[in-house]
């Protein structure tokens, strides 16, 4: 699927810097991450488009390639299709600020966390900080489902298929192929 143009902002006299913080202000960017986006609720196109926007806004965060969108099938309960898409960043920020501003960013785009793999306006995944393996209550990576989810997987491929899975040590293009039609 190609990408849409950018929609309007979610509130039109928030800033982007007041949306995400300013925990990411000063060094050059210096980390490269991956971010899972997905949505299915309001305009999915337009949300995800004003995400990367936002995102590249964020102090400290620099986005430097975008997949195309792809039209899935929910996880979970009956809900309408998603739009999901990785975008690959550079960013100086530690891998929890990161977090931080996703999860600002998801709240600025209307999310609300009411159920798990429930419908959602603004989904933003970190699935991958350089090669880093982390296990904490609030943050895991590489992303736990990174490796069984075509949603993720098809988008991260298109921008690099030969990445690494730090964990299972294999390519996003042959965790890909080994997944069920």
């Known amino acids: 699927m190609g ?4 929609g309007a902002g979610a509130r039109p006299n928030e800033s982007v810097a007041s949306v995400a913080g300013r925990a990411g202000a000063g060094p050059a960017a210096r980390h490269r991450a991956w971010i899972g986006l997905g949505s299915n609720l309001g305009d999915p196109a ?10 590249a806004a964020v102090p400290g965060v620099t986005v430097s390639a975008v997949s195309t969108w792809h039209r899935t099938a929910p996880v979970g309960p009956p809900q309408p299709h998603y739009l ?17 501003a996703l999860r600002s960013l998801e709240g600025a785009a209307g999310r609300r966390r009411a159920a798990v793999w429930g419908p959602r306006t603004l989904d933003l995944d970190l699935l991958l900080y350089d090669d880093l393996v982390l296990r904490s209550p609030e943050l895991c990576l590489p992303h736990p489902r990174l490796a069984e989810r075509r949603f993720v997987l098809a988008p991260l491929c298109e921008l690099n298929p030969r990445a690494l ?7 996003m293009a042959s965790l890909l192929r080994a997944l069920p039609s």
């Open 3 to 6: 990408r849409a143009s950018s």
């Open 46 to 55: 337009a949300i995800l488009d004003r995400a990367v926007a936002w995102l």
């Open 84 to 100: 999901n898409g990785v975008a690959r960043v550079h960013t100086s920020l530690a891998p929890r600020e990161l977090l931080g």
């Open 165 to 171: 899975h730090p964990v299972l040590g294999r390519t």
